[in-house]
């Protein structure tokens, strides 16, 4: 038969209810040119006309770059909603957050193709699941709070087990306030007679709900791949999606419980958006829930707020409500962290509102601007590459969160053998660190693409590129992060290296596809090879649940030992489900005074001791050991990339008076 658009379709039936696959063939194909026609494959569900799924490669790339976008902004959304009714759960989720998922994938489902073969198409495919499986494999257990992941974890934990947000402090069971009690811990802040997590809500509300790290890697490995395939061509798509997975930034958080990798999934599932040309509205939404996961997310997105000023107003609508729920939620769920960071945030904030105000006012782009914007790129690199020569950069203690960095970061240099300065923050090699995971080629590659782009003002690459560009020169001047690797690498992840790593498959789509595979992805392996087959901290869930297990039903747990309170107090309220506290400790000292243990044990309901040595506990009754974990962590390394593992050891005694 022929259908009205002049394609020749040939049908395969089914019965009436059942399903029929079309081979849809274009003008001229079937004929004879001289070259074997490809067809396009699609799927549709008989009788309902309306509802198609094409199958051909290029579709499958281009739906796969904007579907894991779509489906957590939905997904996010719905879950933000059950935490602020205190309903949140598993089921809960399944029920409300499936049905937004498919909303948001239907409405934002894109109708546009790029040029690809199964080949290319299914390469990134592979790429993805092939992330996906090695990094469950290599997954981590960050369960005890010592670092971000764990703190993600237990806020996870919680919102799991109890459906919102504050966290009661359970006063009571210790018969009421006194004033050597104290309910924060590391990551967990009291505020206003309960506690609240440190970080925004988004990734917690993920991982709550099922997600995985490596399942998340996975996707951002999509759609990065996607995202090349729209921007270069589907022939490097494979090339980008596997030097993205394969950087040593990308394995490590796609192992643990960060916020990195679901923030880079919604800017680049925004970018694939807009490169689409679909409901640009839903597009901005999808870029301003990035602040959901992270607050760094409203720097990312500037560029995206200037761009639908100057060019797409319901961009910037989309952009405004979504920067806007995300910063809202933070606000009202982690107030203290907001004011942990408005030395930072308020700035930042001046800024966009700055940018905004100025925007409008540009009507056309001057000509000078193209080459002026090409030499900033290649100046910006050279002040970056000698920075280390002329600035050393460093930050005085100020305050007791500055304490703990300069003692910590003291400890890590007497560990690699550098002169002690623990005021030193390291961002002078930031540069460098970019170097050690993606390689100098790349990164000459990618500067050699910026220059190129910047000078040809190419219309689809511009919000790539801004956003690129202006993310890299930021975050590499002022990182913001205590500098030990692997876990400073975080910051490259989402936008750094999958936007350096797509500028330079763009710098190099003329060379052969073999020379491009060698320059970006051998570097990196390089790098990642050294810890890539190697888990960090496993066996502390199986060390955890047996602590729990050595607590009796119905305690109510003092933390008497700094260290052991600051890392598990909110593992024993949230994990182990007990009433928990630490008692304050005069300062310089790792233990509390005893008058004030004994005045709080003489009033708390069936209490129990937890300490780190034996010793700190025989005052009050027998010690026994009920954690005694030996396992690996990260690598502290402040000069070099990191190539291995350090030891941990945790021990926890218990005590009851």
Not at 201 to 218: D, K, M, Q, R, V
Not at 324 to 346: E, K, N, Q, T, W
């Given at each position: 038969m022929f259908r009205r658009d002049g394609r020749h379709a040939a049908r395969r039936r089914g019965s009436r209810a059942g399903w029929a696959v079309v081979v849809h063939l274009a003008p001229g194909q079937g004929r004879s040119e001289g070259r074997v026609a490809r067809p396009r494959y699609t799927a549709r569900l008989w009788p309902i006309r309306a509802l198609r799924i094409d199958l051909s490669p290029g579709r499958l790339l281009a739906v796969g770059s904007v579907l894991p976008a779509l489906a957590l902004s939905g997904w996010l959304l719905a879950g933000l909603a059950l935490v602020f009714l205190g309903w949140f759960g598993v089921w809960q989720m399944a029920l409300v957050g499936i049905p937004a998922a498919a909303l948001f994938v239907w409405a934002g489902w894109p109708k546009d193709t790029v040029e690809s073969t199964w080949?290319?198409?299914?390469?990134?495919?592979?790429?993805?699941?092939?992330?996906?499986?090695?990094?469950?494999?290599?997954?981590?257990?960050?369960?005890?709070?010592?670092?971000?992941?764990?703190?993600?974890?237990?806020?996870?934990?919680?919102?799991?087990?109890?459906?919102?947000?504050?966290?009661?402090?359970?006063?009571?069971?210790?018969?009421?306030?006194?004033?050597?009690?104290?309910?924060?811990?590391?990551?967990?802040?009291?505020?206003?007679?309960?506690?609240?997590?440190?970080?925004?809500?988004?990734?917690?509300?993920?991982?709550?709900?099922?997600?995985?790290?490596?399942?998340?890697?996975?996707?951002?490995?999509?759609?990065?791949?996607?995202?090349?395939?729209?921007?270069?061509?589907?022939?490097?798509?494979?090339?980008?999606?596997?030097?993205?997975?394969?950087?040593?930034?990308?394995?490590?958080?796609?192992?643990?419980?960060?916020?990195?990798?679901?923030?880079?999934?919604?800017?680049?599932?925004?970018?694939?958006?807009?490169?689409?040309?679909?409901?640009?509205?839903?597009?901005?939404?999808?870029?301003?829930?990035?602040?959901?996961?992270?607050?760094?997310?409203?720097?990312?997105?500037?560029?995206?707020?200037?761009?639908?000023?100057?060019?797409?107003?319901?961009?910037?609508?989309?952009?405004?409500?979504?920067?806007?729920?995300?910063?809202?939620?933070?606000?009202?769920?982690?107030?203290?962290?907001?004011?942990?960071?408005?030395?930072?945030?308020?700035?930042?904030?001046?800024?966009?509102?700055?940018?905004?105000?100025?925007?409008?006012?540009?009507?056309?782009?001057?000509?000078?601007?193209?080459?002026?914007?090409?030499?900033?790129?290649?100046?910006?690199?050279?002040?970056?590459?000698?920075?280390?020569?002329?600035?050393?950069?460093?930050?005085?203690?100020?305050?007791?969160?500055?304490?703990?960095?300069?003692?910590?970061?003291?400890?890590?240099?007497?560990?690699?053998?550098?002169?002690?300065?623990?005021?030193?923050?390291?961002?002078?090699?930031?540069?460098?660190?970019?170097?050690?995971?993606?390689?100098?080629?790349a990164l000459l590659l990618a500067v050699f693409g910026a220059v190129t782009l910047m000078r040809k003002m190419e219309k689809p690459w511009l919000l790539p590129t801004a956003i690129i560009l202006w993310t890299t020169v930021t975050t590499l001047y002022r990182p913001a992060i205590t500098a030990d690797h692997p876990f400073a690498a975080r910051r490259l992840v989402p936008v750094i290296i999958p936007g350096l790593i797509l500028l330079a498959v763009w710098g190099a789509r003329r060379l052969p596809v073999w020379a491009t595979a060698a320059l970006l992805v051998v570097p990196p392996v390089i790098t990642s090879i050294g810890t890539a087959f190697t888990p960090i901290e496993r066996g502390e869930l199986a060390a955890v649940q047996k602590m729990c297990d050595a607590i009796p039903d119905g305690s109510t747990v003092l933390i008497v030992e700094r260290v052991t309170g600051d890392r598990l107090t909110q593992v024993v309220r949230g994990q182990c489900g007990f009433p928990t506290a630490r008692v304050a400790y005069p300062e310089g000292e790792n233990v509390p005074l005893e008058a004030d243990v004994r005045r709080i044990i003489a009033r708390t309901h069936r209490p129990v001791l937890l300490a780190a040595e034996p010793g700190q506990l025989t005052a009050y009754g027998t010690p026994r050991q009920v954690m005694a974990l030996r396992t690996r962590q990260d690598e502290r390394s402040l000069v070099k990339a990191p190539d291995g593992t350090w030891s941990l050891s945790v021990d926890v005694w218990l005590a009851m008076p």
């Open positions: 080949w290319q198409a299914g390469s990134v495919f592979l790429v993805a699941a092939a992330s996906g499986v090695f990094n469950t494999l290599y997954a981590s257990q960050q369960y005890i709070v010592r670092r971000d992941p764990a703190t993600y974890q237990q806020y996870a934990i919680w919102l799991r087990n109890h459906g919102g947000l504050p966290i009661p402090p359970g006063t009571e069971a210790f018969g009421g306030p006194d004033e050597a009690l104290r309910f924060a811990s590391m990551g967990f802040y009291a505020h206003d007679g309960a506690i609240v997590p440190q970080f925004m809500p988004g990734a917690p509300i993920l991982y709550a709900s099922g997600f995985t790290p490596a399942l998340l890697g996975a996707l951002a490995v999509l759609t990065v791949g996607g995202v090349t395939a729209r921007l270069v061509n589907a022939r490097s798509a494979w090339i980008g999606a596997l030097a993205f997975a394969v950087a040593l930034p990308i394995l490590y958080t796609s192992r643990t419980t960060f916020s990195e990798i679901p923030s880079l999934v919604l800017l680049f599932g925004g970018l694939a958006l807009v490169l689409a040309g679909r409901r640009m509205f839903l597009a901005g939404l999808v870029f301003g829930l990035a602040l959901l996961i992270r607050i760094d997310g409203l720097r990312d997105i500037l560029p995206v707020l200037v761009f639908g000023v100057v060019a797409q107003r319901r961009l910037l609508a989309g952009a405004v409500v979504g920067g806007g729920i995300g910063f809202g939620a933070g606000f009202v769920l982690s107030r203290p962290y907001f004011d942990y960071l408005s030395g930072s945030l308020l700035p930042l904030l001046a800024v966009c509102a700055v940018v905004l105000a100025v925007a409008p006012f540009v009507k056309k782009v001057p000509r000078w601007l193209p080459n002026v914007a090409a030499a900033g790129v290649v100046l910006g690199v050279l002040a970056l590459a000698v920075r280390p020569l002329v600035e050393t950069v460093k930050r005085p203690v100020t305050n007791p969160e500055d304490a703990l960095t300069a003692q910590m970061i003291g400890a890590v240099q007497k560990a690699n053998g550098l002169p002690i300065d623990p005021t030193r923050l390291y961002y002078e090699n930031s540069l460098y660190w970019v170097i050690w995971y993606v390689g100098l080629p």
